[in-house]
């Protein structure tokens, strides 16, 4: 074994296994004997999708954390606006390393320019019935987080994507998690969650940099998150159009949001 010839030098074992694990089961039964890191790929594996893991030795994990950079996945919160400061995830190898989610519907899905201008069609006719919903008062139903120069159905400043959040009648926050599962019991599809890009949360939730590391502070994670704090919110729900989008999933959802006045 490689770690028993070296001594007291730090030395580690690296196995590419991308073409045997393709035609012969992988045995690491024997973990004395087996080494520190494996890499693997599920693409020769079963052809699709194109992603692949490393499978690695707890004991051997920490040399993985000397790395001088870190992705979004790996951290619970980052302050990147007026201020530079993160905090990195410690619970797990995983946590600590998985950098983001992988595009792993881009190996399922072929979109076509008939399809993206759908959705872009779709995402400025909900944009604009969401932005004139009103209250009673005439206070907004909804609040929507864009640029300002974005305009819905032009895809080269905005996405076939409405973020947003609903408000009451007194303007206070109703929480995202609580709008999506609303939604969900009556068959409408979006997702909620907390805002975990690094100028997100300054830009359009308009956090300070103090703000944020008091939220930190008092429990608040992106990965568990806390909806609403001081009456300003961490997250956002979104509906995204596509190629799977209709005309009446857009009047559900416009109908749906129409029932929080």
């Known amino acids: 074994m490689i770690r028993e010839k070296v001594g007291q ?32 790929s599920f693409y020769k594996i079963f052809a699709l999708p194109p992603v692949g893991a490393l499978l690695v030795r707890k ?51 072929s979109i076509t320019p008939s399809i993206s201008t759908a959705g872009f069609m779709l995402s400025k006719q909900l944009y604009h019935n969401l932005c004139s919903l009103r209250h009673y008062n005439d206070q907004p139903v909804i609040r929507v987080f864009n640029e300002s120069s974005a305009v819905y159905g032009d895809s080269k400043t905005q996405g076939a994507k409405v973020a947003l959040n609903v408000l009451k009648s007194d303007g206070l926050l109703i929480g995202y998690s609580d709008v999506e599962k609303a939604a969900d019991k009556q068959g409408i599809c979006v997702r909620s969650g907390s805002l975990c890009k690094p100028g997100g949360v300054p830009t359009y939730l308009y956090w300070t940099p103090a703000e944020m590391r008091a939220a930190f502070a008092a429990g608040h994670r992106c990965s568990n998150p806390t909806e609403v704090i001081g009456e300003m919110a961490t997250g956002v729900v979104r509906a995204s159009l596509g190629g799977m989008s209709t005309a009446s999933y857009v009047r559900g959802l416009i109908v749906f949001y129409a029932s929080k006045l």
Not at 80 to 85: K, L, N, R
């Open 9 to 40: 030098a730090e030395t580690y074992t690296l196995l590419d296994a991308a073409a045997l694990a393709s035609t012969a089961p992988l045995g690491l039964s024997n973990i004395s004997k087996s080494p520190d890191f494996v890499a693997l």
């Open 59 to 109: 004991s051997s994990a920490h040399v993985l954390s000397y790395r001088r950079y870190f992705g979004g996945g790996t951290v619970d919160m980052v302050v990147a606006v007026d201020d530079t400061w993160h905090a990195k995830k410690t619970t797990s190898v995983h946590d600590a390393l998985e950098d983001g989610t992988l595009p792993f519907l881009s190996s399922l899905l």
